[in-house]
């Protein structure tokens, strides 16, 4: 009986109740959609994913901006 009853708390804890998960970056409790896991104990919520990559665009856009002045 101490295996089912084992059993039982094991569905139940699997139940998707508490499915958010820890953002690294943001470092608060955020909803698995849209989010990437960086590593098997990292992962980004789509908010701070989305951040990153517009982040990423504006400093490239920066970057070959300062490029065709200095050319100019
Ligand atoms: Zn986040």
Do not use: D
């Not at 992962?43 to 701070?48: F, I, L, M």
């Amino acid at each position: 009986m101490n295996g089912f009853t084992r059993n039982q708390l094991e569905i139940g804890s699997k139940q998707p109740v508490h499915k958010y998960k820890l953002c690294n970056k943001c470092e608060e409790m955020r909803p698995p959609e849209g989010g990437i896991e960086l590593s098997p104990t990292r992962w980004s919520c789509s908010t701070c994913w989305a951040n990153r990559v517009t982040v990423r665009n504006l400093l490239n856009a920066k970057t070959k901006a300062e490029g065709t002045l200095k050319k100019n």
